[in-house]
T-cell receptor, first 111, second 116 residues
């Protein structure tokens, strides 16, 4: 079983709509959580860190559920430029700072 | 201006050759990493260095040898290249690897290695 699992998608989303997807992690020693965005043939870039109480950054909302070991990302009012692969990243403190990546969820925003 | 820079961006080489990829970060971070992204787009950690010391070595063939001359540089040397080494290699750095406030990793633009 992979340590971090994501629905690969693609999620096809009309412009202006809301899309949400989850990521599950298996290691209960996981300490920090992030969403990264990766565009085609580019490097991953930090979208947002995920805090215990949940947090929002503009149109993006991230939630953490430690009991069920998942994090979620919600994108409101989708823009064409939101089309990308969203990578769930988990840092476990029992692995000397090893960032574990999910395989990514592809989002395609259509006009 | 670039925070994490790696060279070259593209590398096409024949099987059996030896090649190096260089990485430098100007963020003052203590920890640097090499990740491999294969054709299925899965990012897998290869090595992690903290202040020039090897911390993580993820069962990578010993044809791959990282070298960190100082904490701002982490180079990757690959001997006897094989077809299966074709992938995108990303260098990254982070300030804190223990779950503190400044834990997020910053990535270089990637080196697309093609072995023919």
């Amino acid at each position: 079983r992979k340590e971090v699992e994501q629905d690969p998608g693609p999620f096809n989303v009309p412009e202006g709509a809301t899309v949400a997807f989850n990521c599950t992690y298996s290691n209960s020693a996981s300490q920090s959580f992030f969403w990264y965005r990766q565009d085609c043939r580019k490097e991953p870039k930090l979208l947002m860190s995920v805090y215990s109480s949940g947090n929002e950054d503009g149109r993006f909302t991230a939630q953490l559920n430690r009991a069920s070991q998942y994090i979620s990302l919600l994108i409101r009012d989708s823009k064409l430029s939101d089309s990308a692969t969203y990578l769930c990243v988990v840092l476990t403190t029992d692995s000397w700072g090893k960032f574990q990546f999910g395989a990514g969820t592809q989002v395609v925003v259509t006009p | 201006d670039t925070a994490v820079s790696q060279t070259p961006k593209y590398l096409v080489t024949q099987m059996g050759n030896d090649k190096s990829i260089k990485c430098e970060q100007n963020l003052g971070h203590d920890t640097m990493y090499w990740y491999k992204q294969d054709s299925k787009k899965f990012l897998k950690i290869m090595f992690s260095y903290n202040n020039k010391e090897l911390i993580i070595n993820e069962t990578v063939p010993n044809r791959f040898s990282p070298k960190s001359p100082d904490k701002a540089h982490l180079n990757l040397h690959i001997n006897s290249l094989e077809l299966g080494d074709s992938a995108v290699y990303f260098c990254a750095s982070s300030q804190d690897r223990t779950g503190g406030q400044n834990t997020e990793a910053f990535f270089g633009q990637g080196t697309r290695l093609t072995v023919v």
